[in-house]
């Protein structure tokens, strides 16, 4: 069965910093999604970023990218010039892409706070 | 698009009640999820569906829990008798299946159950 680990609980960050938020994974398909999902106070899960295995380039959206290490089954979040809003649970998510099986597998979860 | 709907978004029952959770997926989404959230478990799916069919049941904790999905537009999570170890949130998923989709899952706002 595939795992997936977030070792730190917490972080914090200094508003307009660059964090990076550790995930790990455990695996033995080829073919697979990742994601990192935010959980801020209002308890929203909020998709952040998606990675396909298969793409050995690093996604991207606006301020969050991913350091993608597929041997290392390492998927860290980038956040750069955190702000406020930023602050929520963090989750780091897998999904095979086999057919016929659409569960995804939740890390724990991480609490980012940004400092003012 | 309204996003996945759920109701009630708070809920407080007695031990030994009935409990009924709903959901209404993103149109045109043909794969619903329920998940359970806790701090002692984090994140845990309980079933998922594929146009309305349940697919994958094993994450439901007992006979007590149930769902349905009558329809493309709408399903239900029910706890009968519901006990103070049920309290937690839940949380309804949608997603569109297809490669190119990327099977995003994407998630509605949660019921906060508590069970006294």
């Known amino acids: 069965a595939q795992t997936v680990t977030q070792s730190q609980p917490e972080m914090s960050v200094q508003e307009a910093e660059t964090v990076t938020l550790s995930c790990t994974y455990d695996t033995s398909e080829s073919d697979y999604y990742l994601f990192w999902y935010k959980q801020p106070p209002s308890r929203q899960m909020i998709l952040v970023i998606r990675q396909e295995a298969y793409k050995q380039q690093n996604a991207t959206e606006n301020r969050f990218s991913v350091n993608f290490q597929k041997a290392a089954k390492s998927f860290s979040l980038k956040i750069s010039d955190s702000q406020l809003g930023d602050a929520a649970m963090y989750f780091c998510a897998y999904r095979s892409a086999l057919g016929g099986s659409e569960k995804l597998v939740f890390g724990k979860g991480m609490k980012l706070t940004v400092n003012p | 698009d309204a996003g996945v709907i759920q109701s009630p978004r708070h809920e407080v029952t007695e031990m030994g009640q009935e409990v009924t959770l709903r959901c209404k997926p993103i149109s045109g989404h043909d794969y619903l999820f329920w998940y359970r959230q806790t701090m002692m478990r984090g994140l845990e799916l309980l079933i998922y569906f594929n146009n309305n069919v349940p697919i994958d049941d094993s994450g439901m904790p007992e006979d007590r829990f149930s769902a349905k999905m009558p329809n493309a537009s709408f399903s239900t999570l029910k706890i009968q008798p519901s006990e103070p170890r049920d309290s937690a949130v839940y949380f309804c998923?949608?997603?569109?299946?297809?490669?190119?989709?990327?099977?995003?899952?994407?998630f509605g706002p949660g019921t906060r159950l508590t069970v006294l």
């Open positions: 998923a949608s997603s569109l299946s297809g490669r190119l989709h990327t099977d995003t899952q994407y």
